[in-house]
Nanobody, 123 residues
Framework: QVQLVESGGGLVQAGGSLRLSCTASGLTFSNYDMGWFRQAPGKERESVAHITWDGRMTYYANSVKGRCTISRDNAKSTLYLQMNSLKPEDTAVYYC????????????????WGQGTQVTGSS
């Protein structure tokens, strides 16, 4: 049974930082490209960042470029998202997702999802 479990969310003042983690089990983590998505109330789920299985290539949405860093530790089966200079508009539930194919910005291309972790940026 595949499980992706996110952690690290919380309430942060504008300008603050958070590091999200996503620990995977039930799959060979190093075989999967991984992505972070977020969904704010009343909005569609959107891509934040993704990373190839070997960590060599990354992608960032324009809205977070320069403020976030995606990384992974295959030995620990864990994905990370370092978020700096948080803004109120970063408020959303953040999800990690795994795909056996090449990572894309489309949620439908991912095979497995975590349950999400709430990030709230206060002004």
């Amino acid at each position: 049974q595949v499980q992706l479990v996110e952690s690290g969310g919380g309430l942060v003042q504008a300008g603050g930082s958070l590091r999200l983690s996503c620990t995977a089990s039930g799959l060979t983590f190093s075989n999967y490209d991984m992505g972070w998505f977020r969904q704010a109330p009343g909005k569609e789920r959107e891509s934040v960042a993704h990373i190839t299985w070997d960590g060599r290539m990354t992608y960032y949405a324009n809205s977070v470029k320069g403020r976030c860093t995606i990384s992974r530790d295959n030995a620990k089966s864990t994905l990370y998202l370092q978020m700096n200079s948080l803004k109120p508009e970063d408020t959303a539930v953040y999800y990690c997702a795994a795909t056996i194919r090449a990572a894309t910005i489309r949620p439908g291309s991912y095979d497995y999802w975590g349950q999400g972790t709430q990030v709230t940026g206060s002004s």
